[in-house]
């Protein structure tokens, strides 16, 4: 069994800056792969970033790439994402979830067993 809860979303002005933050528990953590996920007003979920178990292998979709910084805390069992720089697509409901073993991440929504309920994230112009 495994509990992913997200948080850090919010309202924010475009150019501006967000931290979420995913507490895992019910699960070891350090050696599962994560990731992050979003779905926009009126589109399909879409992969954001992942991140090994290990912390080392990081990968971005070309939308984030530069803006988008993922990173974990395996001490705290907390998968975190810090946006720079955000624009009003990005716009949309965060998730954070987890292999289902996997050490390293997947851009492939079916390779994440296990899904918090998601953080609102809105940048206005």
């Known amino acids: 069994q495994v509990q992913l809860v997200e948080s850090g979303g919010g309202l924010v002005q475009a150019g501006g800056s967000l931290r979420l933050s995913c507490q895992a528990s019910?699960?070891?953590?350090?050696?599962?792969?994560m990731g992050w996920f979003r779905q926009a007003p009126g589109k399909e979920r879409e992969f954001v970033s992942g991140?090994?178990?290990?912390?080392?292998?990081?990968t971005y979709s070309d939308p984030v790439k530069g803006r988008f910084t993922i990173s974990r805390d395996n001490a705290k069992s907390t998968l975190y994402l810090q946006m720079s720089r955000l624009k009003p697509e990005d716009t949309a409901v965060y998730y954070c979830?987890?292999?289902?073993?996997?050490?390293?991440?997947?851009?492939?929504?079916?390779?994440?067993?296990?899904w918090g309920q998601g953080t609102q994230v809105t940048v206005s112009s």
């Open positions: 991140i090994s178990g290990s912390g080392f292998t990081t």
């Open positions: 019910g699960r070891t953590f350090s050696t599962i792969a």
């Open positions: 979830a987890m292999r289902g073993g996997g050490r390293y991440p997947s851009q492939q929504e079916y390779d994440y067993t296990d």
